[in-house]
């Protein structure tokens, strides 16, 4: 297995698109350059936001979770969300 793919959705309250956007825009960075993180995409459309992210293995995942900046934006979210972080990891079956 060459990475792993996690992608997360975030339904953001009617009043917190801005500030969940705020959150999840303060992520980009610090994430992207962590040892494991091959790839961290956020995207915008009409019901919230969607990060795309590629690592490097099961324990780059583990790693990003303690994090100071993956710890302080799940707080910061937990209140400004409409629903539940949806989170899907998947592995390679057939990528270019």
């Known amino acids: 297995m060459s ?13 917190a698109r801005d500030d969940v956007g705020r959150v999840l825009r303060a992520m980009v960075e610090p994430t992207r350059g962590e040892a ?3 790839q961290y995409d956020l995207y915008e459309h009409e019901n919230g936001f969607q990060l795309f992210e590629r690592c490097s293995d ?8 303690a994090t100071d900046h993956y710890r302080a934006y ?3 979210v937990a209140d400004l969300l409409e629903e539940p ?3 899907v990891v998947g592995s390679p079956m057939d990528v270019a």
Do not use: M, N, Y
């Open 74 to 76: 799940r707080l910061a």
């Open 3 to 15: 990475h792993l793919a996690v992608t997360a959705l975030f339904v953001p309250k009617p009043d």
């Open 58 to 65: 099961r324990e780059a995942i583990t790693a990003h979770q």
């Open 36 to 38: 494991g993180c091959l």
């Open 85 to 87: 972080i949806q989170v």
